[in-house]
Structures are given as C-alpha cells and as structure tokens.
C-alpha cells in the first residue's frame, strides 16, 4: 500500500460500510464489508478477545422464509462439531436473530477463484497441496455427517499455511422449498456430480468429484465441462468425458479418477491424500511451507492481513464512533486490539458440544420421560372419557415441513437435459449402504398418488441410519440430522425409539403398514412410547405432525440397542388441500 493513500481510503481487500449496513450484529460491531453473495454480506469484525471474524448476515428475503431458517439452525448446530484444521471454524452464530448471522475465523486470504482469475493455472505441485488440504477439510466435513454440496474455487480460501474450506452446509439451508420459488440456485453447475444434476442424492462422494472438477479449474485455467450455460454444461456433465487438456499430465490420472460418473468408483479421501503424497512432484510428507505458493500470490495474501486500524474507545474527539480507519496496521502503529492472523488458532467465544453421543443420550432421556408423561395423560384421557376419546389435542403447531433441497434445485436444469435412451426423472432411492457414520440422505420426490384419500407421497423408501443417540431422523426432510435439531422427529433412546411430545405415533402388525391403517390406528390407539421390542427388527410404525398434515411410515431394518446404530425406511405422505 502506498504511504500516501487516505486512511479513509479502503486498501483492495476492505471496503467501508454504506449507510445501507449495520453498525452491530449480534453484538459484533462490524469494522468493514468483506464481499457479498447469493447468501448475504460478509463483514469483518472481532471476537472480545480481539480475533479478527468474517460475519456473514443473511439476506433478508431468505431470512423472512421460515423453512430457510430451520435448516439454517440445523446447518449451524452440524458446523459446530466441524473442527478441521483446513475449515474455516464457526465461532458464534445468531440462528434466531432478525436476519439470521454466523461468524467464522477471519481468513486472511483471497478465494480461489479470485487466484486464478488474477494469476492464472496454479504450479502442478501447489495444485497438489491444494488437493490434499481439501480433501482433509472434506474428511472433517463427512465425519460430522455434512455434506458440503457446494464445493467451489469461491468456497475455498488460499492463506499462507494453506486452504481454508467455507461455506460447508450453509448452501444446504437455502435448499427450503420456497426459495427455488425466487430462482436461487443451489449448488455451482461448473462443480456438479452427475447425481446431483440428475436429482440424486448427495453424499461424500459427490464432494470428491467437486474437488477434482475444483482442481481441473485450478490447473487448466476452466472446469472440466466448461462454465458456459447451465443446461449445456449439466448435459456434458452427465453424459460426456472431462476436458483434461490444459491440465498437466502429472494430474490427469487422480483427477479423473475424482471425476468418474458413478459415485461408487471415486476414491474417498484419504485416498486422494496419499495418492498426493506419493506423487513425484511431491515427494514425501506434505509440508505448507514458504515456498508452496507463487511469489506474486504470497504478496496478496500480505495484504489480506493487513486489517483495518480499530480506533481505541474514547479517542479521537469528535470522530464518528461508527467510522473505522480502513489503513493497515503496522509494527509501529499500536492498536486497541491485538488481533491474531492465523484461522487454525483462533479460538471459538462460544463453547461446544463435547460431542453428539453424549449430549443425544441427556436430551434422549429427557425426550423419554416426556413421553412416558404423554403416554399416561393420554390413557387417564382415555379412562374418563371412553376409548373413542383417546386422542389427545396439542396446540404447537409443526415448524419445519420441508421437502428437500437439492432435488428441487437440480429438478428444474434437469429437466432441459435430455438423456438419449433413457428417462431424465430422477429415480426414487431404494437404498443406501450401512453405516457407522451418519450421512445425510436426500430424498427424491415421487410422482403424487393417492394411497389414502387424503394423503399424497413426499418421498418413499429413503434408507437412514443413525450411529448413535447423537443423531435423529428429520422426518419432514428424510435426512439423519444431530439430535435436538429436528422439529418432527423419530429419536433413538435406550431400546426405544422417541417420537415428539406433541405429535402422535402408531405401532403396525408388521412391515406392510400403510397409510390407512396408520390414519385409522392413530385415531383409535395412539401411542407416545415405541419400543423396539414392539416394533420387531422388521416391523413399522407411523408418526403423525402434530398439526395432522404430515404423516411418516418408518420401516424397521435393523437396531443394536442404546449404543448401536439403528437403520430405518421412511415414507412421508403430506395432507391435500
């Protein structure tokens, strides 16, 4: 920066904020603007302890929808548990505040895509590096059970020590229905995995092929099937080979190998890891030292550190308190704040959980004896009044209904590609591999029948496995979410599965259960416990919402106990009219 620039003049990286900004969030005051996305504005502040945060605050016609901010809040409690060294941690968030805000470490750094528009393909061996310290950010993503699905040159940032991963499942929680009513997008078609551009579900394998369609761009300067219109470069993504040319030929083998069709034949990623490590251009232990990035980019990456000057309290006279110095700081110029640079070390201000298992087990209890109470006051109910009468009226009203995301934002350019031979309809899941790790599991719409008069199916059939009492199944969206994160649930306690106080659940003579006995038993025998003894490793019960318009059928396919992990099929039917 030069000596004589105003110190009102924003350097490159900050701008000053406009009347149209902020002052404060969440008790955050907001020093700068960062950029701005399809999400919200991004702004720079600090913890009380003086570490420099990026804050994102939503826009404010996604955070007016309500099914935006139950999955926002879902996302939020998943982000929480991520704490890879290649991520960028969330620090502090306001998932009920108006509008909705998260913070995360400041990065001092450019994105990627900001990196190659300015400089151009990376060198074979920073390219490489790159691909193991995602792949590892992407290892800490999965293990929490998150999908990352937006995996882009613009969700990555380049600081000295190497990337930083953003952004991890926030793109999920724009996936409420009402929003592809205003045309937002999720998801980058330039990265798309086949599955998702056919309406398939996500899993860690989708984010493999991101990473190699991420890497093909970093290395040759384009992605693999172009960028130009949606519908075209979705066709090609499905149908047609990569582009590799411009890549060197030192990468071609492992990028191919991420970008292959089915999901099943892309390596995971601690395979991609090693396959870096024992690359020649590599040679060894993988190391982010001084010289693993190109010089030109080393001295951006200075001035994404040099931070705003934080005016001390009190000092100035007559200076705005509203107005931040926006000149770097330097060695000589003392500042209130003693902000640290580096993303791995900061710490979060807000304490997390010690972990899913241990904290699902208390709220499983806690959920337990609310149903135990349930259970009786319903049967007192039923002794006074006549067996008729069994049913017991709640007033709380069902907050989260919510078909999912990623079919319905990847319905829409699917529809404009045609598949030569055979049908473009998205097929509806029949299965998914067991696991001793949850995963998100999206569900596919099917075509609308009528199994009972007055319910028509969401989805049908999708397979969900809960490793242990930390973890639910969200019935309104079909996905394995952290306990205590669902509105309208099926939760696992000691033996038992748990089911929401104000909503009502049926246990089946056997597997074949359907909608109408399930409306018929609900109305004659509801129950509030539903024991796996019950149940039986093969049978079904239905759960009700509790304002009667959403109605889940689980199957049973197999249960180990408290500790266990637990595996169940799901239909979900909503109410007409």
């Known amino acids: 920066m030069s000596a004589d620039r105003s110190p009102f003049t924003p350097p490159p990286v900050f701008q000053e904020l406009t009347p149209d900004d902020p002052r404060e969030v969440g008790g955050y005051r907001l020093f700068a603007r960062l950029g701005a996305g399809g999400m919200g504005r991004v702004y720079l502040s600090y913890t009380p302890g003086g570490r420099p945060v990026a804050l994102k605050v939503v826009r404010p016609e996604l955070a007016e929808d309500p099914e935006f901010r139950a999955r926002f809040a879902q996302e939020v409690a998943s982000a929480r548990r991520i704490h890879g060294l290649f991520t960028a941690q969330l620090v502090d968030a306001g998932v009920d505040a108006s509008p909705p805000w998260l913070a995360t470490t400041y990065v001092p750094g450019p994105s990627l895509q900001q990196v190659v528009q300015q400089h151009g393909p990376l060198p074979e061996r920073t390219v490489l590096l790159l691909i193991a310290g995602i792949a590892e950010a992407l290892q800490a993503i999965h293990a929490t059970g998150v999908v990352h699905r937006d995996l882009k040159p613009g969700n990555v940032l380049i600081a000295s020590d190497g990337p930083r991963v953003i952004d991890f499942g926030i793109a999920r929680a724009a996936d409420a229905g ?86 099943e034949d892309r390596p995971a990623t601690a395979e991609v890891i090693a396959a870096v490590r024992d690359h020649p251009a590599v040679a060894g232990p993988l190391r982010f030292g001084e010289d693993w990035l190109p010089h030109p980019l080393t001295s951006q990456i200075t001035r994404h550190a040099e931070l705003p000057q934080v005016p001390a309290e009190g000092a100035g006279g007559d200076r705005d308190p509203d107005r931040t110095v926006l000149a770097p700081r330097s060695a000589a110029a003392p500042t209130v704040l003693a902000a640290t640079l580096s993303p791995a070390a900061a710490t979060p201000s807000l304490p997390f959980d010690e972990g899913p298992a241990a904290g699902g087990r208390a709220r499983g209890r806690a959920r337990r004896s609310r149903a135990l109470g349930r259970t009786a006051l319903t049967a007192a109910v039923a002794l006074t009044v006549g067996a008729a009468a069994a049913v017991l009226l709640l007033d709380t009203p069902e907050t989260v209904e919510a078909a999912t995301a990623e079919d319905r934002v990847s ?13 473009t309809a998205a097929p509806t899941p029949t299965g998914s591999p067991t696991t001793t790790r949850p995963g998100p599991t999206t569900p596919t719409p099917v075509t609308p029948s009528t199994p009972a008069a007055d319910y028509a199916p969401a989805y049908r059939a999708v397979e969900l496995t809960s490793a242990d009492a930390g973890y639910e199944f969200d019935l309104a969206t079909g996905t394995v979410v952290p306990a205590d994160s669902a509105s309208w649930y099926v939760g696992r306690g000691e033996n038992e599965f748990l089911v929401p106080e104000t909503a009502d659940s049926y246990i089946g003579r056997d597997a074949g259960l359907g909608v109408a006995e399930c409306v018929k038993g609900l109305d004659s025998r509801p129950t509030g416990r539903v024991p796996f003894g019950a149940v039986g490793p093969r049978g079904a019960f239905c759960v009700r919402s509790a304002d009667g318009r959403s109605l889940a059928v689980v199957r049973v396919l197999a249960t180990a106990g408290t500790d266990g992990p637990v595996r169940v099929s799901v239909d979900h039917y909503r109410r007409n009219g």
């Open 411 to 423: 319905a829409a350019p699917s529809a404009g590609i045609p598949s030569p031979g055979r049908s």
């Open 178 to 263: 009402a929003l592809t009513a205003t045309g937002l997008r999720i998801g980058s078609p330039a990265y798309m995995a086949p599955e998702q551009a056919t309406g398939r579900p996500a899993t860690p394998a989708t984010d493999v092929y991101a990473l190699g369609a991420l890497a093909v761009h970093v290395a040759g300067g384009a992605p693999p099937f172009g960028d130009g219109p949606d519908p075209a470069t979705l066709y090609r993504t499905v149908h047609e080979e990569p582009d590799l040319g411009p890549v060197p030929e030192g990468l071609r083998r492992l990028l191919l190998a991420c970008l292959a069709k089915r999901p």
